[in-house]
T-cell receptor, first 112, second 112 residues
Framework: KQEVTQIPAALSVPEGENLVLNCSFT??????LQWFRQDPGKGLTSLLL?????REQTSGRLNASLDKSSGRSTLYIAASQPGDSATYLC???????????FGTGTRLQVTL | SQTIHQWPATLVQPVGSPLSLECTVE??????LYWYRQAAGRGLQLLFY??????ISSEVPQNLSASRPQDRQFILSSKKLLLSDSGFYLC???????????FGNGTRLTVT
């Protein structure tokens, strides 16, 4: 059974800092991995999707990497801003192409 | 472009009452459709997914059921709500080729 862990559970950084969020998974036979952002009381917004054959994906100030063999992914946020404050979740798709397993998220606060 | 609509946004229901949450997707055909539940302080739990009309897979034995009467319509139901059914319910869709998962804005259900 796939298990996804995100460390740290919460993180507070001053504005302008670069930061890394971590995601690890127990079964390396994944189809793809997706990073999401969730604002309080809202749905999830897709940030980046990395296919199993890829090493990284970039979108603006965000860069996600994938090391499938070690069961790890990182989300790098450059020059953090207060608007980046949210909970970040990673999810892996394994087995059939239909199911994702989610981590419990990292709650990020970027302070002025 | 594709959009997903989920309603209502919030719902307060007494124990023992029925439930019907609706989700529709626009701008795509034959999507995979999902219902997730997010309990306070916990990760997302997959409840149901559907790969086609009338095709429903249940992930967790529970007091809820799902139906897909039309290609882009997914309904979550219960005949009699329990207190433990309280939570944040999220509908999501993806294309059948394993592309990114996209979420609705969620329904906050409180069973009193």
């Amino acid at each position: 059974k796939q298990e996804v862990t995100q460390i740290p559970a919460a993180l507070s950084v001053p504005e302008g800092e670069n930061l890394v969020l971590n995601c690890s998974f127990t079964d390396s036979a994944i189809y793809n991995l997706q990073w999401f952002r969730q604002d309080p009381g809202k749905g999830l917004t897709s940030l980046l999707l990395i296919q199993s054959s890829q090493r990284e994906q970039t979108s603006g100030r965000l860069n996600a990497s994938l090391d499938k063999s070690s069961g790890r992914s990182t989300l790098y946020i450059a020059a953090s801003q207060p608007g980046d404050s949210a909970t970040y979740l990673c999810a892996v798709r394994t087995g059939t192409a239909s199911k994702l397993t989610f981590g419990t998220g990292t709650r990020l606060q970027v302070t002025l | 472009s594709q959009t997903i609509h989920q309603w209502p946004a919030t719902l307060v229901q007494p124990v023992g009452s029925p439930l019907s949450l609706e989700c529709t997707v626009e701008g795509t055909s034959n999507p995979n459709l999902y219902w997730y539940r997010q309990a306070a302080g916990r990760g997302l739990q997959l409840l149901f997914y559907s790969v086609g009309i009338g095709q429903i897979s249940s992930e967790v034995p529970q007091n809820l059921s799902a139906s897909r009467p039309q290609d882009r319509q997914f309904i979550l139901s219960s005949k009699k709500l329990l207190l433990s059914d309280s939570g944040f319910y999220l509908c999501a869709w993806s294309n059948v080729d394993g592309s990114p998962l996209h979420f609705g804005n969620g329904t906050r259900l409180t069973v009193t």
